[in-house]
C-alpha cells in the first residue's frame, strides 16, 4: 500500500532536484564570467565588440591614443594578456612584438587570432632599392578594406563560437547584422567614387589607405611610408608638391596623429585646402566607448574624400 | 637648383638655416674657447626632456622646451660652481637627466611616433614663417650683443680673474651667453634635431679657430663655416635626396678637415 506514495515522493524528489539544478544552471549562466578579449587596433575591438555583444568584455591592449606602429608592450600589458581569454591583432607587419611576447607566454586558454593572415595583403609603394623585403614591406592597414573587414569579422566570430558554443546563434546573428552595415558602408563608398573628378589624393600621413585606394580604383600619394617615422626628403617633398600642381589638386589630407604640419606645407605651395583623414587604428577616449565608431568615422573619411576629389 | 626659388618651404629652410649658423657659429668660438663645447650636447639633451614633457602635457613642445633648456643652463653654471666637479661632470649628469627624463615621458605620453622623431632628426621641411623670423631675432640679438660687447667678453673668454677685477660682471655675462645658448639650441633643434644641434656649435667654431689669427677672425670664419655648411648641406641633400639634417653636419665636418690639414702644412 505504500507503493503509489513512495512514487510520488520520489517523483517530488525529482521534481525538486530539476528544480535546484536549473537554478544552479541559470545562475551560473548569468554570473558566468564574460570573454574577456583583447585587440591592438581600434577596428579589431568594434569587430570583436559587435561579435560578442553582452558576452564580451572587449579591451584595446593599446592606450586611446597611442600609435600601433611604434608602440612596445611593457610589463602591465602582458599581465593583461594572461588573464584574456582571446587576443586579436592585425599580423607581424603591424605588431612584430606579438609573436615573441605570445611564443614566451605559451598559455594554453588564450586564443590568438591573427587577423590578417592568408589575406591578400598589399605590399608597400615605397619599396626602394636595399630596402628589406618580406614582412616589413606588407601593408598592415586591412581594416581600410571593408571587404577585408568582413572576412575578419567572420574569423572572431569563429573564434568566439570556439570559446563559447552554447551561444554561437546569438554571436552569428550579430556578425551577420555588423557585416551588413559593413555592406553598405562599401556601398556608399563605391556610389560617391563612381562620379569624382580627381582619382588620385594626396595624404599628408603614412601610407594607411593603400586598401582603400586598392577597392576603389583610387590612387594615394603620401608623405610618410608604411609606419609614420621617416621624414621625406626635399626632394620628396618637391616631387609631391609637383604632382599635386600636375593633377590640379585642391585638397591636401592629413591624418591626427602625424599631424597637419606637412598637409599644410604642400597645401599653401600649390593653393589648396586640408581636410582630415582618419585611418581608424588609433582613437581618442571619446570615440573608443562610442558604438559603431569605426563606421562613424569612416562615413566621416567619405565626405572628406567627396570634397578633396570634387565627387558629385 | 631652382627648387630652392620655386618652393616657399625649401626657402624658409634656407633662411631659417643660415640664421641660426650664424647665431651658432659666434656663440660656438665663446664656448669652445672657454672650453664648454660639450654644453651644446648637454642643453640638446635636456630639451628633448622639454619637448617630450610638451608632448606630454600637449602644449608647444618648443616653448616648453626652451624653459627646460634656459633652466637648465642655469642649473649647469650652478652644479659646476658649487658641487666641486671637474670639468664637463655637470654637463655629463644634466645630459643624461634629460635624456631619461625624455625617454619616461616620451612613453607616458603615448606619442612616441613622428612627433619625437621629428624633434631629434630636425624638421627643416616644416620650418613656418614664424620660427624663421625668430631665428632672425635670434642671430640679430646674438651678433648685436656680441659686437656691442665684444671687449668684455674676449676678457671674460681669456682671462676671467683680470676681467673680474677690471670691473666686467662676470656672472652675468656667463648667465647671458648660456641662456643665448640655450635658446639657440632649441632653434638649431628645428633645422637639424636634436642630436645633431650641437654640431652647429661645435664644428665650425673648431674650423674657424684652426686657421684664424684672432679672434675676431675665428669669429667671422666660424659664421662662414656655418653658412657654407648649411647652404651646401641643404643643397648637396636636394640634389643627392639624403637628410637635410645630416649633409649640413657632413660638410661642416668636411670643411673642418680641411682646414686642419691646411693648418698642418699638409696641403
Not at chain 1, 575578419?152 to 569563429?158: E, F, H, P, Q, S
Not at chain 1, 556608399?188 to 599628408?204: A, M, P, W
Not at chain 2, 612616441?112 to 624663421?132: K, S, T
Request: net charge positive; charged share 20%; hydrophobic share 50%.
Amino acid at each position: 500500500m505504500k507503493r503509489p506514495n513512495e512514487r510520488l515522493a520520489f517523483f517530488n524528489f525529482c521534481l525538486v532536484v530539476t528544480t535546484v539544478l536549473m537554478a544552479v544552471q541559470i545562475a551560473s549562466a548569468t554570473s558566468r564570467p564574460k570573454i574577456r578579449i583583447l585587440t591592438t587596433v581600434f577596428p579589431l575591438l568594434e569587430f570583436a565588440r559587435e561579435v560578442a555583444g553582452d558576452r564580451g568584455d572587449v579591451r584595446m591592449l593599446l592606450p586611446p591614443g597611442s600609435d600601433v606602429h611604434t608602440w612596445q608592450p611593457r610589463f602591465s600589458d602582458i599581465e593583461k594578456l594572461t588573464s584574456a581569454d582571446m587576443f586579436i591583432y592585425i599580423g607581424p607587419a603591424l605588431e612584430p612584438w606579438a609573436q615573441d611576447i605570445l611564443r614566451s607566454m605559451a598559455r594554453p586558454g588564450l586564443r590568438i587570432l591573427e587577423a590578417s593572415r592568408g589575406l591578400q595583403v598589399l605590399r608597400s609603394e615605397h619599396e626602394e632599392p636595399g630596402h628589406v623585403q618580406g614582412k616589413e614591406t606588407a601593408d598592415p592597414h586591412i581594416w581600410l578594406d571593408f571587404g577585408l573587414d568582413q572576412v575578419v569579422v567572420d574569423r572572431i566570430l569563429g573564434v568566439i563560437k570556439e570559446i563559447e558554443p552554447e551561444n554561437g546563434a546569438a554571436f552569428e546573428r550579430a556578425a551577420a547584422l555588423y557585416k551588413e552595415r559593413l555592406r553598405e558602408l562599401d556601398d556608399e563608398y563605391r556610389e560617391v567614387f563612381k562620379n569624382c573628378l580627381h582619382r588620385t589624393f594626396i595624404f599628408g600621413g603614412h601610407s594607411a589607405f593603400g586598401y582603400l585606394a586598392r577597392r576603389y580604383g583610387l590612387q594615394m600619394i603620401s608623405v610618410y611610408g608604411l609606419s609614420p617615422d621617416a621624414s621625406p626628403t626635399p626632394k620628396e617633398l618637391v616631387g609631391i608638391i609637383d604632382k599635386a600642381k600636375k593633377g590640379k589638386i585642391k585638397t591636401i589630407f592629413f591624418e591626427p596623429s602625424v599631424g597637419d604640419k606637412l598637409a599644410r606645407i604642400i597645401a599653401s605651395e600649390i593653393g589648396a585646402d586640408i581636410r582630415l583623414l582618419n585611418p581608424g587604428h588609433s582613437v581618442a577616449k571619446e570615440t573608443l566607448e562610442s558604438r559603431a565608431a569605426f563606421i562613424d568615422l569612416m562615413r566621416k573619411n567619405l565626405e572628406s574624400f567627396k570634397h578633396g576629389l570634387i565627387c558629385r | 637648383m631652382d627648387a630652392f626659388f620655386t618652393y616657399g618651404f625649401l626657402q624658409r629652410a634656407l633662411l631659417a638655416g643660415i640664421f641660426i649658423a650664424v647665431a651658432c657659429a659666434v656663440l660656438g668660438v665663446f664656448l669652445l674657447l672657454r672650453k664648454d663645447a660639450m654644453i651644446g650636447h648637454g642643453l640638446s639633451h635636456i630639451t628633448f626632456a622639454g619637448v617630450a614633457l610638451g608632448l606630454f602635457l600637449h602644449m608647444m613642445p618648443l616653448a616648453v622646451a626652451l624653459a627646460f633648456s634656459v633652466l637648465a643652463s642655469l642649473g649647469i653654471m650652478k652644479l659646476k660652481e658649487s658641487a666641486g666637479l671637474y670639468g664637463d661632470t655637470a654637463i655629463a649628469i644634466v645630459s643624461s637627466l634629460g635624456m631619461a627624463l625624455g625617454i619616461i615621458l616620451a612613453t607616458l605620453s603615448q606619442n612616441f611616433g613622428v612627433a619625437l622623431l621629428n624633434y631629434l632628426f630636425g624638421e627643416i621641411l616644416a620650418i613656418e614663417p614664424v620660427e624663421v623670423w625668430l631665428s632672425m631675432a635670434l642671430a640679430t640679438v646674438v651678433v648685436v650683443l656680441v659686437v656691442g660687447n665684444y671687449r668684455k667678453f674676449m676678457s671674460l673668454t681669456f682671462d676671467r680673474e683680470s676681467a673680474r677685477v677690471s670691473g666686467i660682471r662676470v656672472r652675468r655675462l656667463d648667465t647671458l651667453i648660456t641662456i643665448l645658448a640655450s635658446v639657440t639650441i632649441v632653434l638649431g633643434m628645428k633645422v637639424v634635431g636634436i642630436l645633431l644641434v650641437s654640431a652647429l656649435i661645435v664644428i665650425p667654431a673648431a674650423a674657424g679657430l684652426q686657421l684664424a689669427s684672432n679672434f675676431k677672425a675665428a669669429i667671422v670664419l666660424s659664421c662662414g663655416v656655418g653658412l657654407v655648411s648649411v647652404i651646401a648641406g641643404l643643397a648637396l641633400a636636394f640634389v643627392l635626396d639624403l637628410p637635410a639634417s645630416g649633409m649640413i653636419v657632413l660638410v661642416g665636418f668636411s670643411i673642418f678637415g680641411l682646414f686642419f690639414l691646411l693648418r698642418k702644412g699638409k696641403i
